[in-house]
Every structure is written in structure tokens, then in C-alpha cells.
């Protein structure tokens, strides 16, 4: 794999990896874009046709937008089949022109970033024009007190007609780029850290053949990409350009947690890459869905919260983070908690053991059973051993009667089961002895009859003395 291949493979990852990073995220603060330059910009191409009129605009807002960023593309022209397709893109215009109109378009379409590719009309001139260009932003920041990111772009080269690469036209395009970069280098060094430098004629990857000539080109013509020559313009503001400029919110990876326990967000992966160690991103949290709960502190990377009392199903609580960096561009993402419910189980309780006659009525009695996180929905008494059959009235209630079979002189022992189960499908067992006595037998009193002698009789007690 060539070097040029094997960056556009890593770029191609990045933008994958991004948007798996952010598919949960929502569009939050509108962030004003203003693609300038000339008819690259617009996105003139293989036909007029308005498809083919949408440039790497359209795959740029397609990023951002997926990504969660709030978008809105600005300028005086309208081209494109997208939402947000307004630009200032003007076919044929020369750096100096641009230069010239730069403060009437800043003024009628403010912009807090500008995406700037031109020179192609131009080559011939030095970077000069381009200064010219950045003056003019600078006297427009100045007026009116607001801050302007600009990216400059190496522009993307041309391709050959005739002539094998590097042609004529190609060297003049990497000269004019070579400048163009030393001088935005020579005044970010000077302090101004809100331009910013995208290599769009290497880093986007384009292969300056024809798209008619070679599958594999990215060239309507000498000068305008195909539709794959823009996506990858696209990409290239989009990874290199505005990545480099805009907060990213990172609200962590979802999670499952039981009831009752403290939860903890973590938003501490959120970044502001333009900014240096040290200086502020902003947080604010805010519960979308779910049960509400008491966040402990919105404006801090890790707040937390006591997850509520959910039932058998469980909840979900959704939660956005937006991060705010000191331009004010913000970015939002959304993170999930899942609420588990802790089952607890039912406790069966039989009652005490019994020890009854024969005949009484017996009452089982499990009304000190109990579901500490639910409600018990079943009942079952059954008897599970004894030498005697017990008819109990209600085996599906927590109390039920019976009367005590007889059971002869031996006794019986009868054991009874309670079984229950709750709301939760928890199931909880306890048994209960009923011990059956047998009847009671008492001894008849001793009694004597007798008398003496033909004529007389009569009766006699004993008496037992101690």
C-alpha cells in the first residue's frame, strides 16, 4: 500500500470510528460555517445537474451532522440537493477578488468559521492575495468584536491532460500551496491560533487522474473533481479541519446498575482539541428520560446519582451531556443507564407448631409471611405427611382450617407445607407439625358390694389412708 493509500485508509477509520463514537449523539448549537473560494467550492463537476452541484459540501455536512453537531452552512449562493447547501463558492474568482468581497459576505452572512480553498483561478499570483484575504477577516473580527476560525486549504492539484505527473500545472499548484502554507505558519506562529491549515492536495488522497480515463480517478476534468473526489475533500475538512477545532462530548459508555446504588456519569473522555491544557470546557448535564433522579452537580465532568426503585422490568434513564468550549461551539452526547431490580424473595411463614386433640378444629395460620419488594400473588397448603388425611377448607389462602381426624390410641404427627410465590416469580416454602393427640381415657372408681348373714347387707367404702 502506497503512503497516499495508507493515509486515506486511516482517514477512512477515523471518520468510521468517529461516527460509531457519536451514534448516539443529538444535534445541539448551531455552528455557522462559511464555505468560501471559487467554483470548487460551488461543486461544478460532471454535469449542472443540481446532484452534482453539491460538492464535498454535502458529504461534510453529512459528517457533522451524524456526528452531532448542529450545522448551518452559510453565503449568498444556493447549490446542492441537501438541507444546508448556501456557500460563497464563485466560478472563476481570483484571490484577490475573494479579498475584495470577503468583509460583504462576512457582513451579510456571519460566520464563526470560514473553510477556505482558493487559488486555482490564480496561480500565477503570489500568496500575497491571500493575505490580502486574511486582513480583511481580521478588520472584520476587529469591527465587530467576534472571532473567526479560518482553514486554509492546500488546494487540491490538477490533472495532467497531456502531460505524465508532475506536469506544469501540478508544480505550479504545490509551489503556490508551499507558499500559501509558510505564511499561515509564520502568522500562527506570531499568535494567531485561529488559523488552522488543512493539506487538502496530499492528505484528501485524491488520484488526480480522470474519472473518464481510470476508474480509480477522482477528476471530472483538469480542474474539478468527480463525486468521489469531493466526498474524500470532505472527509478531509472534516477530520483534519474542523475535528481540530470543535469540542467533542464523550458522556461515557452506557451501563446497567440494581436499584438503590449511587451512579456515577463519566464524562471526563470530552475534549476540545484547539484549546490548550488548562483552559475551560464546559459541562451541563441534563436527564432526558427515565424516572427522574437528583443529578448531584450538572456542571461537572463525573456527577452522580442514586439509581430509583424499579420494577421487575427494570428502566432506562437517558442522559445528554453538552460540552461548550471558550468560542462557544458546543457538541452533544447522549449516554444510557440501565435500572436493574434487585429481587428479593418472599419469606413463607407457617406459624408455630401445634399440638391438638382429635375432632378440634385446627387452624394453619401463614399470615406472617411476607414479599419485602412486591406482593405475594399465590398461595398453596399442602400435607405431607401423617397417617391421616387433614381436609383443609381453603388451601389457597394464607390462613385455612381443618378439623383433626380421628387418629386412635397412637397419635399422629401431621406436617403441613405453605408454599408462595410473589409478583417477581420468586417461590418460598416453610412447614408446620400438627401433632394429634389421641382421646383421653379415664379409670371408673372402685366400688365393693357385699353383706353379712342371711338378713342383712350392706355397703362398704374403702378408704386408702396414707
Not at 240 to 261: H, N, R, Y
Not at 402 to 410: D, I, L, T
Request: charged share 20%; proline share 6%.
Amino acid at each position: 500500500m502506497t503512503q497516499s493509500a495508507n493515509r486515506q485508509f486511516v482517514k477512512t477509520l477515523c471518520v468510521i470510528v468517529f461516527l460509531l463514537l457519536s451514534a448516539a449523539n443529538s444535534p445541539w448549537a448551531k455552528i455557522s460555517i462559511m464555505p468560501l473560494g471559487d467554483s470548487i467550492t460551488l461543486g461544478i463537476g460532471p454535469s449542472d445537474l443540481p446532484e452534482d452541484l453539491n460538492g464535498y459540501r454535502r458529504e461534510l455536512w453529512d459528517l457533522l451532522n451524524s456526528s452531532g453537531y448542529d450545522v448551518d452552512f452559510v453565503g449568498s449562493l444556493s447549490n446542492g440537493t441537501f438541507v444546508e447547501k448556501q456557500h460563497e463558492g464563485h466560478p472563476g474568482y481570483r484571490d484577490d477578488q475573494i479579498a475584495t468581497y470577503i468583509y460583504g459576505y462576512l457582513f451579510n452572512n456571519p460566520a464563526n468559521i470560514i473553510l477556505l480553498h482558493i487559488g486555482t483561478n490564480g496561480l500565477a499570483e503570489s500568496e500575497m492575495d491571500v493575505v490580502k484575504i486574511l486582513n480583511e477577516i481580521n478588520r472584520y473580527e476587529d469591527e465587530k468584536a467576534v472571532k473567526i476560525h479560518v482553514i486554509i486549504a492546500h488546494i487540491i492539484n490538477r490533472s495532467c491532460i497531456t502531460d505524465i505527473p508532475p506536469c506544469a500545472e501540478s508544480v505550479t499548484t504545490t509551489k503556490f500551496n508551499n507558499n500559501v502554507a509558510n505564511m499561515v505558519q509564520s502568522r500562527i506562529d506570531a499568535g494567531d491560533n485561529l488559523l488552522h491549515i488543512v493539506n487538502m492536495e496530499v492528505d484528501a488522497g485524491l488520484n488526480y487522474q480522470l474519472a473518464t480515463d481510470n476508474p480509480l480517478g477522482d477528476m471530472a476534468d483538469n480542474l474539478h473533481p468527480s463525486h468521489t473526489g469531493y466526498a474524500k475533500m470532505g472527509d478531509e475538512w472534516f477530520v483534519d479541519g474542523l475535528m481540530a477545532i470543535l469540542p467533542i462530548a464523550d458522556a461515557g459508555t452506557d451501563q446497567f446498575v440494581d436499584e438503590k446504588t449511587l451512579v456515577t456519569l463519566d464524562g471526563s473522555g470530552s475534549a476540545d482539541p484547539d484549546q490548550p491544557a488548562g483552559d475551560p470546557l464546559f459541562f451541563s448535564w441534563e436527564q432526558g428520560s427515565g424516572p427522574e433522579v437528583s443529578i448531584s452537580d450538572p456542571t461537572v465532568p463525573k456527577p452522580t446519582f442514586t439509581a430509583p426503585e424499579v420494577t421487575a422490568s427494570g428502566n432506562r434513564l437517558g442522559f445528554k451531556l453538552t460540552v461548550t468550549d471558550v468560542d462557544g461551539f458546543e457538541h452533544s452526547d447522549t449516554v444510557f443507564v440501565d435500572i436493574g431490580n434487585v429481587f428479593i424473595d418472599p419469606v413463607a411463614n407457617a406459624g408455630p407448631d401445634q399440638i391438638v386433640p382429635e375432632n378440634k378444629m385446627v387452624t394453619l395460620n401463614g399470615s406472617g409471611s411476607q414479599d419485602p419488594d412486591g406482593m405475594i400473588t399465590s398461595v398453596e397448603w399442602e400435607q405431607i405427611s401423617g397417617n391421616t388425611q387433614a381436609a383443609l377448607t381453603s388451601p389457597q389462602e394464607l390462613v385455612t382450617d381443618f378439623v383433626a381426624p380421628e387418629v386412635g390410641s397412637e397419635g399422629d404427627a401431621q406436617v403441613f407445607k405453605l408454599t408462595i410465590k410473589d409478583n417477581d416469580d420468586l417461590v418460598s416454602e416453610d412447614t408446620v407439625t400438627v401433632t394429634i393427640t389421641p382421646p383421653v381415657t379415664v379409670s371408673p372408681t372402685s366400688v365393693s358390694s357385699g353383706g353379712g348373714g342371711s338378713g342383712g347387707g350392706g355397703c362398704f367404702i374403702q378408704s386408702v389412708m396414707n
